[in-house]
């Protein structure tokens, strides 16, 4: 997906069960992938650089592993709320954040919509594991905005200035994960401090 942003969701993922993987979505300048309705996608192996967001989550008990999320505008995954009769819109519950690597978003690498009156039901439960959080934003992650929210084996980091996420969770690691690379080529120093946050999840 190459300047695709004609719309504002660049996938809209409508049913339970979809597979989204080994995609690549680049300036697509107001989009996002999102996962607007159904339960249990997997999200997976996708890149995205330089788009609105990298990832809208909305419904329950989905999986986003291993992705590549670079300088996007807003947020690298946003968690969404549930509209007042929790089927229109279904909060983001249940759902798996891990192995991603997510730098450089302007938001932050991962936020939470804070409730309205329209859409009162919070994201909860859901759980974000041996991720590499890299950005230049005062906040990295908003899980307070989540209930029952978990975070444990999480990189932190902003260059020049110890992070002060919101929630770092268990055994979370503040360093410098020395990316190297551009663009899609993107990875961690092999002998850097992200070697060990890749254990399973």
């Not at 997906?1 to 996938?11: K, S, T, V």
């Not at 597979?19 to 159904?38: E, K, M, P, Y």
């Not at 995205?48 to 992705?67: C, K």
């Not at 005062?138 to 029952?148: K, T």
């Amino acid at each position: 997906f190459d300047h695709a942003w004609g719309d504002g969701e660049i996938i809209s993922s409508k049913s339970t069960g979809n597979v989204i993987r080994h995609n690549v979505a680049a300036h697509c300048r107001r989009s996002a992938f999102t996962l607007r309705g159904g339960d249990e996608a997997r999200f997976e192996g996708n890149a995205m650089v330089n788009n609105g967001d990298g990832i809208r989550v909305m419904g329950r008990r989905h999986s986003l592993t291993g992705n590549l999320i670079l300088n996007q505008a807003g947020w690298g995954i946003y968690l969404e709320t549930g509209s007042q009769d929790g089927q229109d819109m279904v909060a983001t519950e249940g759902t798996l954040v891990a192995h991603n690597t997510i730098a450089r978003c302007l938001a932050g690498a991962i936020g939470a919509m804070p409730v309205t009156e329209p859409r009162p039901h919070p994201p909860r439960g859901n759980e974000f594991a041996h991720n590499i959080l890299l950005g230049d934003a005062s906040v990295l992650s908003e899980p307070g905005r989540s209930p029952g929210t978990t975070a444990r084996r999480n990189l932190f980091w902003i260059p020049g200035r110890s992070p002060q996420p919101a929630h770092a969770g268990s055994d979370a690691v503040v360093a410098d994960p020395r990316l190297q690379g551009e663009g899609l080529s993107v990875r961690p120093a092999q002998e850097g401090p992200a070697r060990d946050i890749g254990a399973p999840a």
